[in-house]
């Protein structure tokens, strides 16, 4: 990076900034706020918005601060009368072409378009016109996409194609017809989405949403005849507090096991129980698979959009994948067969429903080899946002309800499921138990920095009776098609390896609340807060291993038996097959023979 | 080249193939044959001459006499008569008498040849364009040679900045500079594009070089490769120009086996190939940075720059990119010297510009000519003037986004400056004649319509900035303009101006600003007395039935709205509350008796 400073003019005061920064950037760092849409600080450059612009003394037109480098000597203005003119003609042109069902919008007071056309100041309309008009695609399971609330920032793209590198959506047609959608116009359900939801964190206004169950959910709360029965994942009680407008890093754990059992629910349970779960039997098969009972390295399969993108991208790796179940389905499963068995209640009868980070896991509860017994496992998901807004609408006041305890015999976890929530956490947990496992011995040192943080791709290592294991960990599936590029050249070089499908991990989740007035999707500071309130919880816990937490012992005593057992096997464990994406055939089936056409 | 004494040219162009070009080669072959001249005598189908027009086209030497309207009748009395008897068809002739002299030899005393220069054209017509060793009779790739043997690689950048060569395509960068930008980034690897995206309606002056003189483009790209350090180059065509792209094919196979394409060129070392990519027919594909991203694979947008693409181009690396037409002037400048070209020409715009003329001008067509040239000369003694002795009212250079200039503008010359200071711009060489029977805000409408549906779509003045203003204009030619829409049509169309991302939606406004600027009164008219004076605006037409009437009732049968009334043999009605301004009577009346107001 070009550390040199130069003097550049705004608004005719001289200021020193770094050389090899655009406008905005030094702009932002001496007081100055560009008004800004299609901007994104980890998404590329698009320009296309045309909200920041300011006046070059010298250029014929205005120029894209978000995009422009700075130079020695250049005079910027940002507050002419013609530059506001503009900019609010700009912001107007979007308006006069967006819904304006403000009210009854889902982001309704917490949309980047309504906030800027209030700054603004857009009172009046001058241009109205004809407006878009597409059909809303409620195809998909998990995400929903409403081109009408789209005003083609271009932020999913970015965010689909660069961070996630799947590319699912992209730019259709010309002029006013442009639209994003996927290939061929697909329906999301049958588009090579992944669900991960990043699209919807990233969207400025409405035109990405999670699909919405909490009608649904609300009416089987008040049906005498069934038992409701809540699971609530790790990284929801770090990040629910936002939407209640807390400060990120808090966690509100045990106001929202309250705030759910007030809701209607006989029994809420914690998604942390069965991430021990899951490390009892992900440890068992990565040791299995060390002693050479499969392929290494393994590979984690805990994320929803991981499975899709799995199947679709990198269906070569299907063996190295873990079959065992993700916590939410290993729950689920857990609820209506040794929780069912246990209060005596038909399976049939209980309604499993999941509090999720996550949208991706809509998409997983639908999945249908993940059935047990010929019943659905999960049977609503329900992401923070739909949470926080069920909670509100319920008239439960969320910061001053009265802590309580999750239910047990699926309530009770331990530090290791605790961080289950963060990028890393699954491999700190593993190594916690997988060590003492193999080695009979304790592990002293469990906090692994290592694999903590939100470094792309982490690496680390640890000695086991002798053998170093090497692990590494990515999040937000480009960073994972990165790695497992590096394992593929070298085969040898990992013996077990994390993937989250968002950045961040669970607690950047596709469900996750909605930035704030003052901070911007994703940003990173807030996600190592989240992360932080998970890392905190751990330290706080005396059980911090998942193998000690009595009712997993309990669990595998009254029930399992024990770790990759058949009764494990059948309810715990799934399997993956390859699918690609509508259109897309690999090279290794181009080779073969085309079938003879049946009809000749 | 093999010298005949029989030359049979004919113009295969689109226009003329439309004219039956084949059908006619077809016939003449035949001809011949009976008039035992098949070997004797050459034909030649040469891409488009141009002069479309007057098409079918066809030169025949002895003699270069330019033949037009040429049908597959007329070639038994053009073999008897001019190749037998050696006397001109005279009522096949364009002009009155023949012509003479190389390539002004050849098309120097017809009005429409005469008064042009044709550098960037020069070969175009006069040699087969899928015959190499034709190109190189006519000094084709000697300039290669010279820079190849005698020429430093910045001698050449050099040289073309002397020469004051700026970028045909439009924006009129200063070509020498752009190459010593790209020399200069220290990335090993460069590359070189040839646009040839021509999308403007109406104009053919890149698929007419191509066409035409194949050879002449490649061997500017390939000097341009030497002078920038290139070893690969595109050319970025439209899918939409087949001729176009066969022979470029050809000629780039035709090169490559000649040793002037490829590795170790002429055994200086120098290596450097060509592809071809063809475009899709998207118009921002003619924008550098879209056409690159459209090379790359993605879809054709735009992207802000800095950086440009002499700093980070195709695939992020350097980029060199200059329109067809800059690439043909090159071998001139080397060959010639660019204290020769400089000498053509006005003090900032040096040497000629190719036009495409269309609209209402007798002699549409490609014309060349020296910067300086003013739009009269054009118009009226190349063009010839307006048919049927109408009134002209403007002229639209450089395309869909260029302005309108009204009459008082005529004799502005030439150059991207000038152009510019009167409100309009050179652009690729569109130039639109528009006469008294137009109207001007239907015409920027027109445009503006086009300019909307191409635009990407990504930044937003452009997309819904130009929605909003193409709305006004079509409630004003509709009758439904309001107070204010004028003056909301400036304000919208000064902000795109200044705010879009690309040159397409910058420029976009400016047919609308122009008219406005130059024709307000027709505005006020359409807004404020509901009247288009062209009678273009089907809205704004009445049509009324007048003492001229017969009653013969013919009016009524067709009417498909049964708004006329009459008994027979008196005058009829039209009532103007059903009547949906369609015309039919107006069309239908033998009499005269409808008038249109």
């Known amino acids: 990076m070009d550390k040199k400073m130069i003097t550049i003019y705004i608004d005719d005061k001289p200021y020193q900034v770094a050389a090899g920064q655009t406008v905005m950037q030094a702009a932002d760092k001496v007081g100055f706020r560009i008004p800004r849409l299609c901007y994104h600080p980890k998404l590329s450059i698009e320009g296309a918005c045309r909200v920041c612009i300011v006046e070059l003394e010298g250029a014929r037109n205005f120029i894209a601060s978000c995009a422009y480098p700075v130079a020695d000597g250049m005079k910027i203005r940002t507050n002419t009368p013609e530059l506001r003119s503009a900019r609010r003609d700009i912001v107007e042109l979007i308006l006069d072409n967006h819904p304006m069902d403000c009210h009854t919008c889902e982001r309704d007071s917490n949309c980047e378009l309504q906030r800027l056309a209030y700054s603004m100041g857009i009172r009046k309309r001058h241009f109205e016109g004809e407006m878009k008009h597409y059909e809303k695609d409620v195809s998909g399971v998990a995400v929903i996409r409403d081109p009408n609330k789209c005003i083609l920032c271009g932020r999913c793209v970015r965010m689909c194609s660069e961070i996630q590198k799947t590319s699912v959506l992209g730019y259709a047609h010309r002029g006013f017809k442009t639209v994003v959608m996927p290939a061929y116009n697909m329906p999301f359900r049958d588009s090579s989405c992944t669900a991960c939801g990043q699209c919807i964190n990233v969207c400025p206004t409405a035109a990405f949403l999670e699909k919405d169950y909490t009608q649904e959910l609300f009416k089987k709360l008040n049906d005498k005849s069934i038992l409701k029965v809540a699971q609530c994942a790790p990284s929801v009680r770090a990040a629910i507090g936002e939407a209640f407008n807390i400060e990120p890093g808090r966690t509100m754990e045990k106001q929202l096991a309250a705030a759910i059992r007030r809701l209607g629910f006989d029994y809420v349970f914690d998604t942390q129980f069965s991430a ?59 609820v209506k067969t040794y929780f069912a068995d246990k209060i005596k209640r038909d399976p049939k009868e209980i309604l499993s429903v999941a509090f999720m980070c996550c949208t991706a896991k809509k998409y997983e509860a639908a999945r249908p080899e993940l059935e047990v017994n010929g019943m659905r496992a999960t049977d609503l998901v329900i992401t923070t946002r739909e949470l926080a807004w069920m909670i509100k609408s319920a008239g439960i006041d969320f910061l001053a309800i009265k802590g309580e305890e999750f239910d047990h015999p699926l309530g009770l976890s331990s530090g290791a499921g605790t961080i289950f929530g963060t990028t890393g956490g699954v491999m700190e947990a593993a190594i916690r138990t997988a060590y003492e496992l193999a080695t009979g011995e304790t592990l002293l040192d469990i906090e692994i920095g290592a694999v903590r943080g939100l470094q792309g791709i982490k690496e680390g290592k640890v000695v086991m009776d002798g053998k170093e294991i090497r692990v590494a960990v990515a999040h937000g599936l480009g960073n994972a098609a990165e790695l497992l590029d590096i394992a593929r050249k070298d085969p040898n070089r990992y ?46 816990k005396t059980i911090r291993r998942s193998h000690e937490n009595p009712d997993i012992q309990r669990l595998y005593k009254e029930f399992l038996g024990r770790p990759g057992s058949p009764a494990s096997h059948k309810l715990l464990h799934t399997h993956y097959k390859q699918h690609f994406p509508v259109g897309i055939i690999p090279e290794s089936l181009k080779q073969q023979k085309p079938a003879e056409p049946a009809n000749k | 080249m093999p010298v005949s004494k029989y030359v ?102 017809v009005n429409f040849f005469g008064k042009q220069m044709r550098i960037a054209l020069r070969n175009c017509g006069i040699m087969d364009p899928e015959n190499v060793d034709e190109y190189l009779a006519l000094r084709g790739y000697e300039a ?77 790209m390939i000097i341009g490769a030497y002078a920038i350090g290139a070893k690969e180059g595109f050319v970025y065509i439209r899918a939409e120009y087949p001729l176009a792209v066969k022979r470029l094919e050809k000629a780039l196979a ?90 053509i020409g006005t003090e900032k715009s040096k040497g000629t510009k190719v036009f495409a003329l269309a609209g209402k001008i007798k002699n549409t067509g490609l014309v060349e000519v020296p910067m300086g040239t003013t739009l009269r000369q054009i118009i009226y003694d190349i063009g010839g003037g307006i048919p049927n002795d109408k009134k002209f009212k403007a002229v639209q250079t450089g395309g869909p986004s260029g302005g309108c200039l009204p009459e008082k503008y005529l004799d502005t010359q030439i150059d991207y400056d000038s152009l510019a200071a009167a409100g309009s711009i050179m652009g690729s060489g569109g130039m639109i004649v528009i006469d008294e029977d137009s109207c001007m805000v239907n015409m920027a409408k027109f445009f503006l319509q086009f300019t909307q549906d191409e635009s990407c779509g990504k930044c937003t003045p452009c997309r819904e900035g130009t929605k909003r203003m193409l709305e006004i204009l079509t409630r004003i030619t509709e009758g439904k303009g309001v107070d204010g829409d004028i003056e909301k049509l400036e304000r919208l169309g000064n902000m795109i101006k200044k705010s879009s991302l690309c040159g397409l939606g910058q420029s976009a406004p400016n047919p609308v600003l122009s008219t406005i600027k130059n024709f307000r009164v027709e505005y006020e008219e359409h807004i404020a007395a509901k009247k288009c004076r062209a009678g273009v605006c089907e809205g704004l037409v009445t049509y009324e039935i007048n003492a001229k009437c017969v009653g013969c009732g013919a009016c009524k049968r067709v009417c498909p709205t049964a708004a006329i009334a009459g008994s027979p043999k008196t005058v009829h009605v039209i009532d103007q509350a059903k009547c949906i301004k369609c015309g039919m009577c107006f069309k239908t009346c033998k009499f005269s008796a409808i008038t249109k107001k």
């Open chain 2, 144 to 220: 290669l040679a010279k820079v190849l043997t005698s020429m430093k690689p910045a001698e050449v950048a050099a040289e073309v900045k002397k020469a004051g060569l700026r970028g045909r395509g439009g924006a009129g960068f200063p070509t020498g500079l752009k190459w010593e930008f790209t020399a200069r980034e220290k990335d090993p690897v460069k590359y070189l594009i040839c646009n040839a995206d021509e999308g403007d309606p109406g104009a053919f002056m890149d698929r007419s070089m191509i066409e035409g003189d194949p050879h002449t483009v490649i061997e500017g």
């Open chain 2, 8 to 109: 049979i040219t004919l113009c295969d162009g689109p226009s003329c193939m439309q004219k039956r070009s084949k059908q006619v080669k077809d016939v003449i072959k035949v001809e011949l044959e009976k008039a035992g001249l098949a070997d004797k005598v050459r034909v030649i189908t040469s891409g488009c001459l141009g002069m479309c027009a007057k098409g079918l086209i066809m030169i025949v030497n002895p003699g270069y006499v330019i033949y037009g309207n040429v049908t597959e009748k007329d070639i038994p009395e053009i073999v008897e008569k001019h190749l037998l008897k050696k006397k001109p068809v005279a009522r096949l002739l364009i002009e009155e008498d023949h012509l003479y002299n190389r390539f002004y030899r050849v098309f120097g005393d």
């Open chain 1, 276 to 334: 021990d779960l899951t490390i009892m039997e992900e440890a068992n098969e990565f040791l299995e698979r060390l002693q050479g009972k499969g392929k290494l390295p393994m590979i984690t399969s805990c994320s929803s959009a991981w499975m899709k993108c799995l199947e679709q991208y990198h269906p070569d790796l299907i063996d190295h994948i873990s079959t065992c179940k993700s916590p939410m389905s290993m729950q689920s499963a857990m």
């Open chain 1, 495 to 540: 013996h077990f390896i994390e993937i989250m499908g968002c950045p961040g991990g669970c607690v950047g989740g596709g469900g996750q609340p909605y930035a704030n007035s003052n901070s911007i999707p994703l940003d990173e500071e807030c996600l190592m807060k989240r992360a932080e309130a998970l890392y905190t919880l751990d330290r706080n």
């Open chain 2, 254 to 343: 035709d090169a490559k086996r000649e040793g002037f394409l490829g590795d170790n060129i002429l055994g200086s070392g120098f290596s450097f190939d060509i592809e071809i990519r063809l475009g899709a027919g998207a118009f921002v594909c003619g924008e550098e940075t879209a056409l690159i991203h459209s090379i790359e694979g993605s879809r054709g947008m735009p992207r802000p720059r800095p950086p440009f693409p002499a700093q980070s181009g195709l695939f992020g690396k350097p980029t060199v990119i200059n329109n067809v037409e800059t690439w043909a002037n090159i071998p001139v400048i080397i060959l010639d010297g660019a204290d020769w070209f400089s000498s």
